[in-house]
């Protein structure tokens, strides 16, 4: 099967300049200026952004938590991914405590495997690394997981002690793999949690209430510390303040490896939409919460100056109607997450490009070829070259809609509400190719389940 775009703006994290490309055997064969060429079908991308496919590092299918899964699985989330544009995601396999990171690998595989609409990666959450398992993070490398997530939050469910943090992350410097951190005080913030309760707090605001930013930066310069010692890479996921960014920044002021993303509601969404006592807030219970609007700046700052890296969306949905519901007497019973994955790209693109924060270039960079960088994907994925998968978005950057639940255009996701529910955006992945294969075309997915392929990555290089 062979594939020709034509007459398009193709975008890169580097480059802008306008030719042809021609795709064959899954993989970009040929660009240039007005090939002439015979191929088996033929898209006009006049006006259009070509982009290479987005990159969602940080997602969460069939996920227990919270007492209950969350309500994607591996073939409704990639495909509401592939509406979005978003063509290779990395989600994360679980060990669960007492369980080796082996067993939770073949259990993520399980469930993913013949689902997928795209291509998609595992990082693996480490919750228990006594001596007799450090010899299996080799064995992941093998197979192809080559970065590891780590909770200072959680405690009793995936939080680690800073001991075995340092163990972990020892064992990943070592080896070249990357350490991820979910970077919150869990155990402050129980204390906290418990004070709220008892002064008959409970309602979903004071989720984020209990949550402090202070408690997140403090576990962002710890294990930044820790990770010095430990001589590891260390990426922080899912950064939201100003505070946090601070010791991001000073890190990597110093040289020191340190990486960082951010997502799009901590960029566009705030405190206020926990609202004052009643149950809506419960759609924006996430950990870390959503911050005052005021740390919205300095988190794009951040994108500019290049202290934030990526835009993942963490995306982990749960429905109100019978999930959320569960926390509806008290905050800690609502499960933590929010949906995002289908909306990212377009999200993005009209807060960072049209609104003027950020370049064509930029954009592509922090929605796909940061991650692929990172996550030992790059050259394969992240960008427009010949020799690469022909991951490939025409982005129809006019286009304009309403994000809705019922708006077909911008919500697939197995979920019952929207997090940015009437947000007006200009562009659209128009046009959605995996590895060659046209599988959206116009608000229309026509790829087929179990057309995405599990991707071994290689380990971490500077
Ligand atoms: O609230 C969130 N973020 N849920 C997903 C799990 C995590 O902490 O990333
Ligand atoms: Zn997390
Ligand atoms: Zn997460």
Redesign the pocket.
């Known amino acids: 099967m062979s594939l020709l775009i034509k007459n398009g703006r193709i975008i890169t994290a580097v480059d802008d300049y306008h030719a042809d490309i021609f795709i064959e055997n899954e993989t970009v064969a040929l660009i240039g200026k007005e090939l002439k060429i015979d191929a088996d079908n033929v898209v006009d991308a006049k006006g259009k952004y070509v982009f290479p496919g987005g990159i969602d590092p940080?997602?969460?299918l069939d996920m227990p938590f919270g007492g209950t899964v969350s309500s994607d699985d591996f073939e409704t989330g990639t495909r509401a991914a592939a509406y979005g544009g978003t063509t290779t995601l990395i989600d994360?396999a679980i060990q669960t405590q007492g369980q080796s990171p082996l067993e939770g690998l073949d259990i993520w595989q399980a469930k993913a495997d013949g689902k997928t609409a795209i291509d998609y990666g595992f990082h693996m959450i480490i919750t228990d690394m006594p001596d007799r398992y450090l010899t299996d993070l080799k064995v992941l490398i093998d197979r192809g997981v080559t970065s590891y997530?780590l909770f200072t939050a959680y405690p009793g469910v995936l939080y680690m002690s800073d001991g075995m943090i340092f163990n972990t992350m020892r064992k990943a410097g070592e080896m070249g793999a990357m350490i991820s951190v979910?970077a919150e005080n869990g155990i402050v913030i129980d204390e906290i949690v418990k004070l709220a309760i008892a002064e008959g707090k409970t309602s979903p605001k004071w989720h984020a209430l209990t949550r402090p930013t202070r408690m997140e930066a403090e576990a962002v310069h710890r294990t930044i510390a820790i990770a010095e010692l430990a001589e590891s890479p260390l990426y922080i996921?899912?950064l939201t303040s100003a505070d946090a960014l601070d010791e991001v920044t000073m890190a990597r002021d110093q040289g020191l490896p340190v990486f960082a993303e951010t997502c799009p509601q901590y960029l566009l969404l705030d405190l206020d939409h926990y609202g004052d006592e009643g149950f809506d807030g419960a759609k924006y219970v996430m950990s870390p919460p959503l911050r005052e609007k005021w740390n919205q700046e300095h988190l794009w700052r951040g994108i500019q100056t290049g202290d934030l890296q990526t835009i993942a969306t963490?995306h982990?949905p749960f429905r109100m109607e019978d999930q959320k519901i569960l926390g509806k007497d008290v905050f800690t019973k609502i499960p933590n997450?929010a949906p995002g994955i289908e909306n990212r790209m377009s999200l993005i693109y009209n807060s960072g490009v049209v609104e003027g924060r950020i370049s064509l270039n930029k954009f592509v960079e922090i929605t796909s070829t940061a991650a692929a960088k990172t996550f030992g994907l790059f050259p394969k994925k992240g960008t427009i070259a010949v020799g690469s998968d022909a991951d490939i978005v025409i982005f129809d950057p006019e286009r304009k809609e309403t994000i809705s639940v019922t708006n077909s255009c911008t919500h697939h996701m197995n979920v019952d509400y929207n997090a940015y529910e009437g947000f007006d955006i200009q562009g659209l992945s128009e046009t959605v190719i995996s590895r060659g294969k046209i599988i959206v075309d116009d608000c229309k997915y026509v790829g087929n389940k179990g057309n995405g392929q599990f991707l071994k990555r290689s380990l971490f290089s500077e």
């Open positions: 940080h997602t969460h994360f997530k979910h996921v899912h963490d982990c997450g």
